[in-house]
Every structure is written in structure tokens, then in C-alpha cells.
């Protein structure tokens, strides 16, 4: 008798983590991580991992884009199945250059890759035909730099690692 009860309070127990289990959707169901890629007929912004080399180029991981960006962390994006988390990381592995000056290019091999961007950056590439402007916080407010176009900058002190948004003049 004692021992069904103890196979009855196992079978409780199992059934109520159970419940638990599938209640709880993969940490990974909702979080999509990207970067807003350009195509070979777009110039691009690229932001960079790590600083620009002796040489003058960037080569490390790092985010394109060739928009205005409210913040470097990502934004939500409502689906039919709910809300989406798209997170910003710093990757592109293809090598791409598309149009950075100075033959700057990104390696999504080399460290940085997976990280997130916002507060992570050390400089930026501009190939687009417009400036862009990195800020310390989101929605283009405080401290920034403006990158113009043709420029391979690294990150003043105050935004290096400390990087929030950016917007395309």
C-alpha cells in the first residue's frame, strides 16, 4: 500500500513539471538575431567589434546596416503568433565588404561574433553615400559621432563599448 502511494505521489509530481515543461516555450522560440544586410545594389554602414588596424581598415565581426536604428539592442515586432524579439549581433561571416572604404571587411569568424551590438561597438565603416551617426543612447540622444561617408573611424572614448542607436543623415 505505502509503496503505490509513493508511485501515486511520483506520478503527481511528474504530471505537474510536466505541466510546467509545456507551459515554458524555448528561451530561443521568439529571439531572432539578424542584422539589416545590404544587398550588392545598397551602400552600407558597418559597425565594428573591434578597433580599426594600424593599417587603416576594419576586419572583424560586425552589424551592417543602411538605416536609421532606434537602438542597437534590436526591437519587437508584433506577428499572428505574438510578439517577436529581433536582437541585433554582431556576425556576417560571408566576409562581406559591400562598398567599405578603404578595403574594410567583416569576419563573422572572429570575436565579437554572437555578441550583442548595442554597447559592444569600436568603430565603424561608412561605404554609404550618406553620414552616419552613432549615439551613446537609444533614439539618437547624447553623446555622438558622426562617421561620413568614406570614413573608417574608431569609436570616440566616450561611445566606445557604449554605443546605443544611430541614425543615417
Not at 510546467?20 to 528561451?27: G, I, K, S, T, Y
Request: hydrophobic residues 30%; proline residues 2%; charged residues 15%.
Amino acid at each position: 500500500m505505502k509503496r503505490v502511494r509513493i508511485a501515486g505521489c511520483l506520478v503527481s509530481a511528474a504530471a505537474a513539471v510536466g505541466t510546467v515543461l509545456v507551459a515554458a516555450p524555448p528561451a530561443s522560440a521568439y529571439t531572432t538575431y539578424t542584422d539589416d544586410e545590404c544587398s550588392s545594389s545598397t551602400r552600407c554602414f558597418a559597425i565594428f567589434f573591434n578597433s580599426r588596424q594600424k593599417i587603416g581598415i576594419f576586419s572583424s565581426a560586425c552589424f551592417i546596416t543602411n538605416k536609421t536604428e532606434d537602438s542597437h539592442l534590436g526591437y519587437d515586432h508584433l506577428t499572428s503568433s505574438g510578439m517577436q524579439q529581433v536582437r541585433y549581433e554582431f556576425n556576417h561571416g560571408s566576409g562581406f565588404h559591400g562598398g567599405l572604404p578603404n578595403g574594410s571587411y567583416c569576419q563573422g569568424t572572429d570575436p565579437g561574433s554572437g555578441w550583442s551590438v548595442k554597447n559592444n561597438a569600436a568603430g565603424a565603416s561608412n561605404g554609404d553615400t550618406r553620414s552616419h551617426r552613432v549615439y551613446y543612447n537609444s533614439n539618437q540622444m547624447g553623446t555622438s559621432q558622426t562617421i561620413e561617408s568614406g570614413a573608417n573611424d574608431n569609436l570616440v572614448a566616450a561611445l566606445k563599448n557604449n554605443n546605443a542607436s544611430s541614425k543615417r543623415l
